[in-house]
């Protein structure tokens, strides 16, 4: 069974920082292309961050580039979203999501079939 736990979120002002972190289990993680997903309130889900499997590659939406890396740890089988300079627009419960049907991933958040249960992201001073 594929599980993603997503943690470290958190209040943080704006211009600060926070890492999240995905946890997953029950697939073979280092196969699968990871995805970073956000829900502001009032708002749809919004893709805002890819790696893909064949070499790691890491791809943003325009929203987050230049301000979030994501990462993969394949010995922990856990991706990271580092995310610096944050914004009071940044708030939103931040999900990480999954599909073996997707080898390169994909920004639009209806193709994805495995979410983990999401961490609040409160940008705020």
């Known amino acids: 069974e594929v599980q993603l736990v997503e943690s470290g979120g958190g209040l943080v002002q704006p211009g600060g920082s926070l890492r999240l972190s995905c946890a997953a289990s029950?697939?073979?993680?280092?196969?699968?292309?990871m995805s970073w997903v956000r829900q502001a309130p009032g708002s749809e889900r919004e893709g805002i961050s890819l790696?893909?499997?064949?070499?790691?590659?890491?791809y943003y939406a325009d929203s987050v580039k230049g301000r979030f890396t994501t990462s993969r740890d394949k010995t922990r089988n856990t991706v990271y979203l580092q995310m610096n300079n944050l914004k009071p627009e940044d708030t939103a419960v931040y999900y990480c999501?999954?599909?073996?049907?997707?080898?390169?991933?994909?920004?639009?958040?209806?193709?994805?079939?495995?979410w983990g249960r999401g961490t609040q992201v409160t940008v705020s001073s």
């Open positions: 029950g697939f073979t993680f280092r196969t699968y292309a």
């Open positions: 790696i893909i499997t064949s070499d790691d590659s890491t």
């Open positions: 999501a999954t599909d073996p049907r997707l080898r390169y991933g994909s920004f639009d958040p209806r193709d994805y079939n495995y």
